[in-house]
C-alpha cells in the first residue's frame, strides 16, 4: 500500500511508457523465454517478437504498469542473453511512423513526377 501512494507522486520524464522495445536478441528466443526475462519486473500485458528478415532480433514488451516498464528497462538494458547483449528502449511511436511517413512522401513524389512527366536529371544540368 505505502509503495502504491510513493508511485503516484513520481514524476516520469515525457518518454517512459509502457511499451519497451527491446533490440539485439538471439534470433532463435522464444516468447516464454521473453516472459521469463521480463516478467520478474512485473505483470506483462504482451510480448511481440519479431519474426519476419526485417524484424528478426527485436520484441515488444508491454506491462501493465509504467513503474514495472521503467524498473525492467532500467535493469535489462545490457542484460546478456545467449552472448547477446540487450538494448531496451522505450517505445516512441512518433519516431517508429517518421520512415514510414518519409517513404510514403517519397512514393507519392515518384508518382506525381511520374504522371506529369517531371525528369529531376534533366533539371540538373
Do not use: W
Not at 516520469?12 to 519486473?41: C, S
Not at 514488451?61 to 540487450?86: M, P, Q, T
Amino acid at each position: 500500500m505505502a509503495l502504491a501512494q510513493k508511485r503516484t507522486h513520481v514524476r516520469l520524464p515525457p518518454e517512459v511508457n509502457r511499451i519497451l522495445y527491446v533490440r539485439n536478441l538471439p534470433y532463435k528466443i522464444t516468447g516464454e523465454e521473453m516472459y521469463d526475462i521480463f516478467g520478474k519486473y512485473g505483470a506483462i500485458r504482451q510480448i511481440r517478437v519479431g519474426n519476419t528478415p526485417e524484424t528478426r532480433g527485436t520484441a515488444f514488451v508491454v506491462f501493465e504498469d509504467i513503474f514495472d516498464a521503467k524498473n525492467a528497462c532500467d535493469h535489462l538494458s545490457g542484460f546478456n542473453v545467449c552472448g547477446r547483449y540487450l538494448v531496451v528502449l522505450y517505445y516512441q511511436s512518433n519516431k517508429a511512423f517518421k520512415k514510414m511517413d518519409a517513404e510514403k512522401k517519397q512514393a507519392e513524389l515518384d508518382r506525381v513526377k511520374t504522371k506529369y512527366g517531371i525528369n529531376t536529371e534533366e533539371l540538373k544540368k
